[in-house]
C-alpha cells in the first residue's frame, strides 16, 4: 500500500465520478476536512474531461478514467455507480490504493467492511482494500438507531422514507426543477430521467422492483446493510421507500420496536448525546427535521420523539430523521472514512 | 324535516364554504351526481357574496351566509371548518334540512354518525338531523382497509402519510405553488398560510401537537376517527401524518396487521372487487399508485400489495395508496353521502 505514515506526507487522493452530484459534495468535503492532501486527482468519464474546477482556491482538470489512472494514489474515493466501481476498483487496489466506494457493488460481499464512521468504526480493518461506503438511507437510518441499540436492543423497525431527487443523481434533480418549472408554466414536460412525471408528484422507489418479493432495490439495499452496518443479521425490518419532489436530503419516518419498554424520554437522552446527531424537537412551535434544514448539514436531525401508540405493549418509540442524502447520505461519510483512515 | 319522497320532487341543496377548495369541488360534484335538483344555494362569508359561479350551464350567485340561510333547503352540505358548521349546523337543522358536515366540528359526537358510503352506509339513521363526512386520510385509507376487515380481522395498522396542500385548503394550494416559484426564481418567499418553507420541502403535519402525547390533531383524528368508521374502537393504530409538496391527493403506505396468516395474493383478490378502489400494482412497469394520477379521481388507488418483511409471523401485508383529497377525502363522500339519503 502506498499509504504513508499518519501525516507524513501529504495524502494523494483520487475521485472518479468527480463531476457527478456526489463526486461534487466529495471535492467539497475534502476541501474542509482539514487533510493534508498532497495531489487530489479528479477522474470521470472522457465526456467529462477536460472541465476545470475550483478546488482549495486553485483550479483542477478533471481527467478522463482508465486503468493507469491511479499511480501514487493512496486514496480513491468512488462515487461513479456500480459498474464503474467493478471495473476500476481492482485496478485502484492493484496501484496502491485504498477504495472508498460509495456504489452498492461491494457493500454486501463478507470480506467488504461496510462502515458508519459512528456507528461501526470497528469494522475498519488494519490493512483495507476496500471499504463500502452504505446506502444513503441506511447511513441516516443507523446513526441515531445505533446509539439507541447499543443501549437496548432493537427487535424490530418499520420505515417510510420520503426520499429526495438527489438520490437519483444530478440529472434527476435537474428534472425535478425542469418538470415543475414546466408544470408551472402550464407545459408539458415528458419524464426524461425518472419513470414519473415529478412535478408536484411522488412515487415508489424508482429501483427495480424483486418479482419474487416485492420489495424494490432500495428496500433490499436498506434491510441488508442495516443489518450488516449495526451487525445484527435477524434484524426484523419493515419498510417502504418513496421518491418525494424534494431536491437534497431524505426523511424518514421509523417505530423503533425494542425487545424491553424503553420511554421516548430515554430515547431523546440517548439522542441528545449521539455522535453525528441534532434533535430538532420543538413540539410547541411544530418544528421537527425537515429537509429544508438537513440540506447542507453533516448531521441527521432527529425528532418527534414519541410512545408509539400502535404498540399498547409500550416498547415501541416513533421518530422523524431527516438528513442530507449528498453529505452524510454519501459524500461527507466517505471522508469521514477516509479521516478514520488517516487518523 | 323538509326531505321529499324519493324523487318525489326536485331537491333544494345549500353548499356552505362554497367558495372554498372543498366547496369547488362539491360543486362539480352536485353537476354530476345525477340528483334531480331544485335550488342548490351557495353560501359562502360576506367577503365572497355576489360571487358569479357557472353551475349546470348557467349561473349562480354566492350569497353571504347567516342564521337565515336555510329556509326550504333540504340538504345543507358544510365546508367551512368547524367554528362555522357548530354555528350554523343547528339552525340549518332547525329549519329542517339534514346537514352533512365536512368539519370535524360533530364527527366525534356519540349520537352523529361518520360515514363512508362504502363502508358504513348502516350507520346512516332513518331520520338523520347531522351526518358527518369523516377527516380526508380516514376516509381514504378505510375504503380499502374495510374491505379487508370485512374478511380477515385487522389487529394493528401502522400508516405513514404523504398528504397533499390541498388538505390546508386553497390558500395553501396557492403558497405551494407561489413558493415554488420563487424558488425556481432564485427568489425568498417568506411562509404565509403554512409555518414551514413549502417550495421542495416537506414537514410534520401543521396540526398542533398534543403536549400530552406528541401525536398532533390530524394524527389524532385520522386514529379515532378510523377506529369509529371501522366500529373498531379497539384498533392499535401506528401513525405519521407528514404534508409533501403535491397539490391535492394524498399517499398512504400502510402495513396491516391482521389476527391471523394472510396472504397478499387474498388481500388482493378482495380488494379487486373492493367498490371504490382501483388496483394499480404492475411490478414489472413500476406502476403503483401516485397522487398525479388519483388527482380527479374518485376511486382509492391500491398497489404494492405484498408481505410485510419485518413481521416474521406472515400476518401481515403492506401497500401503498392515493386518493384526491378534495373529491373522495372531502367534496365526493360528501355528496355520496347525500346520494345514499335520497336512495
Redo the contacts between chains.
Keep these: 500500500m502506498n499509504i504513508p505514515a499518519h501525516s507524513a506526507r501529504p495524502l494523494n487522493v483520487a475521485v472518479v465520478g468527480a463531476t457527478g452530484a456526489v463526486g461534487v459534495e466529495i471535492r467539497q468535503c475534502l476541501e474542509e476536512s482539514g487533510l493534508n492532501l498532497g495531489e487530489v486527482r479528479l477522474l470521470a468519464s472522457p465526456r467529462s474531461a477536460g472541465q476545470k474546477v475550483p478546488f482549495a482556491g486553485g483550479e483542477l482538470v478533471v481527467q478522463a478514467l482508465d486503468e493507469n489512472s491511479f499511480h501514487g494514489i493512496d486514496y480513491a474515493l468512488f462515487s461513479a455507480g456500480s459498474g464503474i466501481s467493478k471495473q476500476y476498483a481492482p485496478a485502484a487496489v492493484a496501484a496502491g490504493a485504498v477504495v472508498i466506494d460509495n456504489s452498492s457493488a461491494f457493500r454486501m460481499e463478507e470480506a467488504i467492511p461496510l462502515v458508519v464512521p459512528e456507528v461501526n468504526p470497528q469494522a475498519i480493518p488494519a490493512k483495507p482494500g476496500v471499504i463500502a461506503n452504505p446506502n444513503c438511507v441506511a447511513i441516516i437510518a443507523t446513526v441515531p438507531l445505533a446509539a439507541l441499540e447499543r443501549r437496548h436492543r432493537i427487535r ?3 420505515i ?1 422514507t ?1 426520499q429526495a431527487s438527489s438520490g437519483a443523481g444530478a440529472a434527476a434533480m435537474e428534472e ?2 425542469a418538470a ?2 414546466a408544470y ?1 408554466a402550464g407545459e408539458a414536460y415528458p419524464p426524461r430521467v425518472m ?3 415529478y412535478a ?5 422507489h ?1 429501483a ?2 424483486n ?1 419474487d ?4 432495490g432500495e428496500e433490499e439495499k436498506v ?1 441488508e446493510e442495516t443489518r450488516k452496518i449495526l451487525a445484527r443479521p435477524d434484524l ?5 421507500c ?1 421518491r ?4 437534497r436530503a431524505h ?1 424518514m ?1 421509523i ?1 423503533v420496536e425494542f425487545e424491553e419498554v424503553v420511554s ?1 424520554e430515554a430515547v431523546k437522552a440517548l439522542l441528545a448525546d449521539a455522535p453525528g446527531v441534532r434533535l430538532v424537537d420543538d ?6 427535521p ?3 434544514e438537513a440540506s447542507g448539514q453533516g448531521d441527521v436531525l432527529v ?10 405493549s409500550g416498547r ?1 418509540v ?1 421518530l ?1 430523521l431527516a438528513g442530507d442524502q449528498l453529505l452524510k447520505g454519501a459524500a461527507l461519510n466517505a471522508v469521514q472514512i477516509l479521516q478514520r483512515l488517516v487518523g
Tied chains: 1, 2.
Design positions: 424490530r423497525l418499520n417510510a420520503y425535478l426543477r415543475t418549472a408551472l419513470k414519473h412525471p408536484f408528484n411522488l412515487f415508489s424508482d427495480g422492483i418479482p418479493t416485492g420489495y424494490n434491510v426484523a425490518i419493515s419498510i417502504t418513496m418525494v419532489p424534494v431536491l426523511t419516518a417505530s421516548p413540539w410547541a412551535a411544530n418544528h421537527f425537515m429537509p429544508n425528532g418527534r420523539i414519541r410512545r408509539d401508540i400502535g404498540d399498547p415501541s416513533a422523524l
